[in-house]
């Protein structure tokens, strides 16, 4: 096993890991990664898809390295079959020899949250057991917006991201502000057009008092003049609406600093649509002379 450093994680009892491969070398360079970032992991472990979906029916796995090929049913097949029992793993790892065709197609009908390549990188498998639990960890949010329908729509979307979340909302800016200043809130969503006080004077106001929230501004018209104006106030994203589940996603790894899935940055890259701006992403604007 390499000398790894061992990231900081989350306080738990420790994830349950699902971990598939007919190769058993490689079955046992996955355990031991897992341990060594996890100790506290109960790991259950079957070289056969039957074993998959038997595995995850018993013992609901909060994570797990399912290999495309296994013995009898294919992995992703014991997965479907789960799914279709209700039965889902909320972190799924689909490990590869090799990049396959529609590999981004049939991760997504999976519910996938990543893809490794063989031969496999432990710092990485590392990094996929920190975001996990960082995801399972409830993540304080304030929603912002006029519109009782808006908001409706936007915390549907928040519920099929892959992170947890305690949500806070309110349909006045100065109501916004004074949660704010009072909250502890790690993210903030805010309606551009925000009655009371829209959302680019709220971050305004916002912004001397250095607070730890990454705020996130929703518009639904081009978010890029107001990306503009918005990166002089703190301002981290902006959403054009209506925006994704993987848009939610991609803001809150960038946030919170988490490595981003290799099936993330697939499904946000060009030409790919992605509804998030990032602010730090916006060429630097011309000093005046």
């Known amino acids: 096993m390499p000398d790894l450093t061992r990231p900081s994680l989350p306080a738990s009892n420790g994830a349950t890991v699902l971990i598939a491969d007919s190769n058993a070398g490689r079955r046992r360079t996955l355990i031991e990664t897992v341990l060594h970032f996890d100790p506290a992991a109960k790991v259950l472990e079957t070289e056969s898809g039957q074993g998959v ?3 995850i029916l018993a013992h609901r796995p909060t994570i797990g390295f399912v290999a495309l090929q296994l013995e009898g049913m ?6 479907a079959l789960a799914r279709k029992r209700g039965m889902t793993i909320p972190c799924l790892v689909l490990v590869a020899g090799r990049v396959f065709p529609q590999w981004q197609e049939l991760a997504q009908s999976l519910g996938a949250y990543e893809v490794l390549k063989i031969p496999l990188d432990p ?3 590392g990094s996929l057991l920190v975001a996990n639990a ?14 009782e329908v808006g908001r ?7 519920g099929r991201s892959g992170f947890s979340f305690a949500i806070d909302e309110t349909d006045c800016g100065r109501h916004a502000l004074k949660l704010l200043r009072m909250g502890a809130y790690e993210a903030a969503f805010i309606d551009v057009r925000l009655d009371g006080l829209d959302g680019l004077e709220l971050a305004c106001q916002a912004q001397p008092l250095d607070l730890p929230t990454r705020l996130t501004l929703m518009t639904g018209g081009d978010p890029e003049p107001i990306a503009h104006a918005a990166r002089y106030f703190g301002v981290d994203f ?7 589940a993987r848009d939610i996603d991609l803001a809150l790894h ?10 993330l940055n697939a499904l946000t ?7 998030l701006l990032r602010i730090a992403d916006l060429p630097q604007a011309r000093r005046s002379a």
């Open 269 to 275: 890259a060009l030409p790919a649509p992605t509804a």
């Open 53 to 55: 979906l038997d595995l």
């Open 254 to 263: 960038h946030a919170l600093a988490l490595r981003r899935p290799y099936l």
């Open 238 to 244: 902006v959403l054009r609406m209506p925006f994704y």
């Open 134 to 147: 960082r995801r399972m960890t409830s993540t304080s949010i304030l929603l912002a917006s006029s519109s």
């Open 74 to 79: 294919s992995g992703p097949e014991a997965v």
């Open 123 to 125: 710092e990485h498998i």
């Open 152 to 158: 409706g729509m936007v915390a549907r979307v928040l």
